[in-house]
């Protein structure tokens, strides 16, 4: 399919019928609009439209035009993920979310030659990134409302085209990099990202993560978004007053073992740079407690080392373990240095520290899941 030509043929009456949704109201009139991606991905493409809009009934108030924007994204039903976002939105599932927990307006969902074209509403966070750690903490309490709701209040979900065994499916193909560790572990760039406690511990989790990945199989299991990672999340304010945690990116829902929703929030925040290294213990922590609270309201009342040992297990897996491939090309390829200067703006001397920094971290949350599998078992 010609992207390009389907995105030039998209007419007013077409814009219209999704206007009107966007703002609620029946009766307006888009007069112009123009789009522009905001993503380049071959698979996985977003598109923003915007432009202003006449409601012939709103009277004068309107002549100046109603600014509107939303987003279309078109994903291949061929990527990784396959159209579970887009059957996600048609099922109604992330239409009313329990929790505090939402996901954007889905205004249409339409198949095309083998794409799923969402347009979804546009979202602002109201809070703006970076965000501050209390922020991360209240996130996290709508995670564990949200995670919780479908392990006592709502019967979990047993659509065909969810997720299920993601975790175990992610590390076990990802995870084979780590037999290349040992005979490069003395390069002076995978060693400063990899060092000596570090590149024994991904070892440790390459051997045994059998062990692990049974013992969260044993956790109770729950729906779950399963990329809640910063760059994914938006602070709003609900109609209500309060406060919501908007979540974009549904490809990877799915049943998940309880605790493994926290690993994006955490861990993902920090190797993304929107939380510094020095600040990792707190957010641990902080993050930690408040998706218990959640739960907590949510009405579950199991045991909190189940909970944490599901968050440390899964933190360690997929990121200090599936992760190590990614790191290791980064360190080896010296064509693609000066792309990672570009893309981080540091020295990849010191893209190479942070990372062997994150890693520290992650090796004392796989210690931890060690400590904590006896629990499970």
């Known amino acids: 399919m010609d992207i390009e030509a389907e995105l030039q043929a998209i007419d007013r009456e077409t814009l219209n019928s999704l206007v009107r949704k966007a703002l609620d109201s029946d009766t307006v009139e888009v007069t112009d609009w123009e789009y522009h991606p905001i993503n380049s991905y071959s698979d996985n493409l977003m598109y923003r439209w915007a432009g202003k809009a006449h409601d012939p009934g709103a009277g004068p108030s309107s002549r100046d035009g109603i600014p509107w924007a939303i987003i279309l994204k078109i994903v291949s039903q061929r990527a990784e993920f396959g159209p579970r976002e887009a059957r996600a939105y048609q099922s109604g599932l ?19 030659a ?49 997720s299920r065994g993601f975790l175990r499916a992610w590390v076990t193909r990802r995870a084979t990099s780590a037999a290349k560790l040992p005979g490069i572990r003395e390069h002076p760039l995978v060693h400063r990202a990899f060092p000596p406690a570090v590149a024994d ?11 692990l990945l049974a013992a969260l199989d044993q956790l109770p299991q729950t729906l779950c978004h399963l990329d809640a990672n910063p760059s994914n999340l938006f602070a709003r304010r609900g109609a209500d007053g309060q406060e919501q945690t908007v979540a ?61 040992f599901g968050y440390t297990a899964a933190s360690a897996l997929r990121y200090l373990l599936a992760f190590a491939g990614g790191t290791m090309s980064a360190a080896l390829r010296e064509h693609r240095h000066a792309l990672e200067e570009q893309r981080h703006g540091r020295p990849i001397q010191e893209i190479m520290d942070r990372e ?6 992650l090796l004392g949350l796989a210690d931890e899941a060690w400590e904590l599998l006896a629990v499970v078992r």
């Open 94 to 112: 992330l239409a009313a979310l329990p929790g505090g927990m939402a996901a954007p307006r889905c205004l249409a969902v339409e198949e095309q």
């Open 114 to 162: 083998g794409y799923d074209w969402m347009w979804l509403e546009e979202l602002t966070d109201h809070v703006g990134q970076p965000w501050p750690l209390n922020r991360y903490r209240l996130a996290a309490r709508h995670l564990g409302r949200f995670n919780g709701a479908y392990l006592t209040s709502r019967p979990l979900p047993t659509d065909p085209w969810l």
């Open 201 to 211: 511990g991904v070892l440790r989790l390459w051997r045994d993560m059998d062990t």
């Open 248 to 308: 974009i990116d549904w490809e990877c829902v799915g049943i998940a073992p309880l605790g493994a929703e926290m690993v994006g929030l955490v861990s993902s925040g920090l190797w993304r740079g929107m939380v510094e290294m020095a600040a990792a213990r707190e957010l641990d922590e902080l993050a930690f407690a408040g998706y218990l609270v959640g739960l907590r309201e949510a009405g579950w009342q199991g045991e909190p080392r189940m909970v944490r």
């Open 356 to 361: 062997g920094e994150w890693r520290r971290f």
